[in-house]
């Protein structure tokens, strides 16, 4: 059977109601997202790296399974069927393991300086997908973005810069990400949000769950703590499915290039963490760095507005 498409724009929701929305529901998902690189580092003594990106998305696909037999969601028509597997190499595959393989390599900050260039590759692939190109102001701004937070993650590194071989992994973890979240942003305009994640874990279920058996090595979990109990869990159930139902809502109703600069602010809800959760000190130096992200966020959302109208 055929979804029956539906878009979420066509609701009887004011403009601004829906702008705020989809801002919230950014914001909420890049809040769980920024946890991403500090869970794969967790792990990254107990599993390997395959180990962990196969492992966080067979859990997701095992959850969301069930979730879509007891919702009754339609099967997906085959060029949506086409679409969610190409967004799976992206989100299912390529950035839970290369962020892993990341992690492995490189500390946690330098990993947030080359994973600040996700929200361009969004933009870039969104443009890509839905042919709907911003104007040169919008690039301007995405681009001093990824500049601002660059700087500012390069400055807090404490190993002073410097390539890594780890870097080549994140790299590739921003190229297949940014296609993905552009993928899943176009199909939640046909598709509920968390339909879009769920279907692309459970069409990929068979081929995670052999990959993953043939990975398995139980004496591993022998030296997981809760910690690390913990980081295996928020992978696979918030950073692998629940974020993602928020986060494709709102590249849907906000649009892929406008939504994808909130990731701008990953990084300063990583550092967030760090002094909650690790009891770093707080830099005044990130509030400022912090201040100047929105501030161009806000100007690339404007440029974007001003064109539609």
Not at 31 to 40: D, G, K, R, V, Y
Not at 80 to 87: E, G, H
Not at 113 to 120: C, D, F, G, S
């Amino acid at each position: 059977m055929n979804r029956i498409t539906t878009t979420p724009a066509s609701s009887p929701q004011t403009s601004s109601s829906i702008e705020t929305e989809a801002c919230l529901l950014g914001v909420l998902s890049v809040a769980a997202f920024a946890l991403t690189l500090p869970c794969a580092k967790a792990l990254s003594g107990h599993l390997s790296a395959i180990q962990i990106g196969l492992f966080r998305s067979v859990l997701a696909a095992l959850v969301a399974a069930p979730v879509l037999l007891f919702i009754g969601s339609a099967r997906p028509n085959f060029s949506q069927f086409k679409r969610l597997l190409l967004m799976s190499l992206g989100v299912v595959y390529g950035f839970p393991v290369l962020t892993a393989v990341g992690m492995q390599h490189v500390p946690v900050g330098h990993g947030g300086v080359v994973l600040a260039a996700l929200p361009l590759a969004t933009a870039i692939f969104g443009t890509l997908i839905t042919r709907d190109s911003p104007p040169a102001f919008f690039w301007l701004a995405s681009v001093g973005g990824f500049v601002a937070v660059a700087l500012f993650a390069g400055l807090r590194s404490e190993q002073g810069g410097g390539f890594y071989l780890g870097d080549l992994a994140l790299l590739g973890a921003v190229v297949l990400a940014g296609f993905g979240y552009a993928q899943g942003g176009a199909l939640s305009k046909e598709m509920e949000g968390w339909e879009v994640m769920c279907w692309a874990l459970v069409l990929n279920l068979p081929i995670l769950a052999m990959l993953s058996l043939w990975q398995f090595d139980a004496s591993q979990f022998e030296t997981f703590g809760p910690i690390q109990w913990g980081a295996l869990a928020f992978l696979a159930f918030v950073n692998s499915l629940l974020g993602f139902f928020s986060w494709n809502r709102a590249l849907a109703l906000g649009g892929i290039q406008r939504i994808s600069q909130l990731q701008l602010l990953q990084p300063f809800f990583t550092y967030g963490y760090s002094i909650l959760l690790m009891g770093e000190h707080f830099d005044p130096l990130a509030l400022v760095a912090c201040v100047t992200v929105i501030a161009l966020v806000v100007v690339s959302k404007r440029a974007l507005i001003k064109r539609t109208h």
